[in-house]
């Protein structure tokens, strides 16, 4: 007899703890916006003296803008420390080389460029509009566009149809790139649409894709877990250590067998060790 049950999956990227945090610099201060729209307020030498300075991390209608739909631009001029070009997370990525720009939240659509270049864009602007007001916007920045110990300058489209506006909701940040920016891990439960029939093995196939040029020793794990409100017990485990080079893939595959149907959640996480360049 089969009995059928839930099977939830989260993956997770973790740094070891050994290693040093990237650098991060909060970008919650400083930025600027004007009602309206115009191409040229992307370009970096564009002077915006008098443009009103607006608190990012809420609606606009509650920064200065109420009842406001429509276009408008933010604006933020900012000094990247040459200290970060040297950071290994950002030369171990060779020639994609990248910073990461964290937005945050952006009501309803965005298009956002540093130094002139476009580097991102969130849902659709008329005529073609969708809305993504519940995406987090995560953008990279390639690194000859950076100037290092100079003024650089953040512009953001932000098209908003009905009610709240803006960046709304942080976190709004700019950092070296960490783990889970060079490495992709990705997992399923094999023949399973979120349900586990028992009796029988449940197996995960999981894939880490290596986005750098860097070769690295990575601690996998994978944990089968109950998912019961009031029962977090682990009910198995399994741990390897595997080596991927770089610009490359690795697939795997291993089987949990619970013993009865019950609800579950299979959590797969990656930690590195040492930085070690391909030879």
Known sequence: RCWGCCCRCVGVCSPCAALAAPFDLKLDRGWVMKTGDNPAWACPDFVHKDWEPIE??????????????????????????????????????????ALVLVLGYVDDVDVT???????????????????????????????????????NVIAVRVYDGQRDGGIYSGPIRLRTPGLSDIIDLDFQVVNSDGIYFSPGPLPVRFRITNRSEMSYSLDFQCTLKSDRVYDDAVLDQRSTRLQIGGKSAHTHAIRFTPRAAGFYQVTCSLRRGPYRAIP
């Not at 008329?126 to 920045?141: F, G, M, N, S």
């Open 56 to 97: 990012v991390g809420k609606p606009w209608e509650q920064a200065g803008y109420p009842g406001y739909d429509g276009d408008a631009w933010y604006r933020l001029k900012l000094v990247i420390p040459e200290a970060w070009r040297m950071d290994p997370r950002v030369r171990e990525s060779g020639k994609d080389a």
């Open 113 to 151: 460029y540093f130094n002139g270049h476009q580097i991102g864009a969130t849902g659709m602007m008329p005529p073609d509009y969708r809305e993504a007001y519940d995406r987090l916007r995560k953008y990279l920045i390639p690194l000859d566009q950076v100037r290092w110990g100079q003024a």
